[in-house]
């Protein structure tokens, strides 16, 4: 994606945990910034010229062996540079400060003594609130900075060089707990860094169409489409940009939510007129999982068909040299400096056959997931597909434990329908990170109407988490377990019993599969 023509901040990442977090926050106030490696070349950051660099907190200790450091170049570019807690103790030592060991650390909700005279502070009160997660702290100063902030524990909670447009932040204020923390960085970016903040979703749009425009030029692009949130704002902006020469590619696999092979047909071939080859290969799939149980062999099986059904229909698709991925920005995230966009091979659909080599698209690499959303929005996809929650490639097959039979994922299925739409009536749908029905390979003894029955069990999963990685099972309110509970044994007749699954990711994943 074009960034060029863009204000743009480079973030240092030192391995600190709030990283994206940063990243989020500079982009929330409509500036475009990157996560770049805290080693990149001080020459390689000034070819894009950005307007200013922040430098992430990180885990270690600046004395310690192999602890990360930057270019002290960077200093030297006469850029403004905002330091966070291990960022603000690193540019102390490169300065000529430094930094000590503290005998106890600083934790949580601190309240943090601005002075006066700072630059970054000013027009904020004399006192905030702030987030702290540190052990070592500044003790000197480096020449010419002057310490700006405190705390009962800490002298140099914040140092500036304002002639030199260089500050650092012992607190993060990038934490929702730092009171003041976004009027901070409102401040370093626009006041101190001059940004205009002109990033936008309709910028973006306009960046991206012209640059795929320039790649693909009179040549076609193929896009494999899941039914998913990603694909489907890849495959939309692309199709902006090079229109009929995009082939959208739709295996049905049998395997997804309720309505979603017809929603994916009716978006692309109705409302953008993108041509779409829908291959229902339900049969295929069951055919390939049928006796096979164990997850991982499920997962080979779904992945080995899905690539012999692609494969059939790239080669079907003529002169396609471009493969559009919906490859998110957590994805790409890693060192190695801001690399400008490189020719990889696919990994969404992996194992291709040698035969079919792909140039890869990523429109959406340098995005967050709830970015994606809005440029959908901006877009003008439908807000149902926007807005639905993750879903695993292999589909609803994780979530039948044992055989994948037709039998077992349409129960599943109708399972999760209900969940989707209880949690929409009662408007936790959007705020949990997945909502799901599980179908586990258990009978049990249920009572309906005056008849005993040998029912099937549902398990009803509803997990909070901001990258997939780590995962919290959500505290329901009982009136919506118990709708949950009670519109699907009334509309599943197949299952008499329903169950919350109360484990948090480790130990468990968040798929059964
Ligand atoms: P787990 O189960 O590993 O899932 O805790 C973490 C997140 O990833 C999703 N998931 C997948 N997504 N292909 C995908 O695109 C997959 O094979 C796959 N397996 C799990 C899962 O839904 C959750 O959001």
């Known amino acids: 994606m ?8 480079f973030i240092l990442d030192f391995g600190g945990q709030y ?8 982009r929330d106030l409509h500036v475009f910034c990157e996560i770049v490696s805290c080693d990149t070349k001080a020459a390689r950051l000034a070819e894009r010229a950005p307007k200013a660099l922040i430098l992430s907190g990180g885990p270690a200790s600046v004395y310690a062996d192999a602890a990360p450091t930057c270019d002290p170049a960077i200093f030297e570019l006469g850029i403004p540079i905002l330091g966070i807690c ?39 009160p004399s006192e905030i609130s702030t987030w702290m997660s540190h052990m070592d702290r500044i003790h000197d100063v480096p020449p010419g900075f002057e310490a700006t902030a405190a705390t009962s524990v800490c002298p140099v909670a914040a140092m500036e060089h304002s002639a030199r447009h260089l500050y650092a932040l012992q607190f993060h204020p990038e934490v929702a707990q730092t009171t003041a923390g976004t009027q901070i960085l409102n401040r ?44 489907s704002v890849a495959a939309t902006l692309t199709y902006r940009a090079i229109g009929q ?3 959208c590619v739709f295996v049905d696999t049998g395997l997804l939510r309720a309505g979603e092979g017809d929603q994916v047909e009716a978006t692309f071939r109705g409302h953008f007129g993108a041509p779409l080859a829908r291959v229902d290969a339900a049969d295929r799939f069951f055919a390939a999982l049928k006796g096979v149980t164990d997850p991982e062999q499920k997962r080979k099986a779904i992945g080995s068909t899905f690539i012999a059904c692609f494969a ?22 890693e060192s190695g400096g801001p690399v400008a966009h490189t020719i990889k091979s696919h990994h969404n659909v992996g194992g291709l056959p040698p035969d079919l080599s792909f140039v890869l698209i990523e429109p959406l690499r340098l995005l967050f997931k709830d970015e994606v959303r809005a440029l959908g929005r901006v877009l003008g996809l439908p807000e149902e597909l926007v807005s639905r929650q993750p879903f695993p490639g292999p589909g609803l097959a994780v979530r039948v434990i044992g055989e994948v039979t037709r039998e077992n994922v349409d129960i599943v299925r109708r399972a999760d329908a209900v969940v989707e739409r209880v ?36 398990a009803v999963r509803v997990v909070d988490s901001t990258d997939g990685m780590t995962a919290d099972w959500v505290r329901l309110p009982s009136e919506v377990l118990q709708e949950l509970s009670q519109v699907i044994v009334s509309e599943v007749p197949e299952v008499n019993r ?16």
């Open 2 to 9: 074009s960034t060029e023509r863009q204000e743009l901040i």
């Open 245 to 247: 020469q995009l082939s």
């Open 19 to 26: 990283t994206q977090l940063i990243a989020r926050r500079v």
């Open 312 to 333: 059939e229909q790239a080669r079907a698709t003529q002169d396609a040299q471009f493969l559009v991925q919906g490859t998110l920005y957590p994805d790409v995230i």
């Open 423 to 458: 949690m929409r009536r009662f408007g936790w749908y959007n705020k949990v990170w997945q909502s799901f029905a599980v179908l586990p390979d258990v009978h049990s003894v249920g009572i309906q109407g005056d008849t005993r029955t040998y029912g099937r069990t549902i």
């Open 86 to 124: 291990y960022g603000a103790q690193l540019m102390a030592t490169v300065l000529g400060g430094t930094v000590e060991h503290a005998p106890s650390g600083e934790y949580g909700q601190t309240a943090v003594s601005l002075s006066e005279s700072s630059r970054l502070f000013r027009g904020l």
């Open 498 to 513: 329903v169950v919350y699954d109360i484990t948090s990711k480790p130990p468990a994943t968040i798929e059964w599969e």
């Open 188 to 231: 370093f970016l626009f006041d101190i860094a001059g940004c205009f903040g002109d990033w936008t979703m309709e910028n973006l749009v306009n960046g991206a169409v012209q640059d795929i425009r320039s790649r693909v030029g009179d040549k076609r692009a193929l896009c494999a489409l899941s039914g998913g949130v990603d694909s």
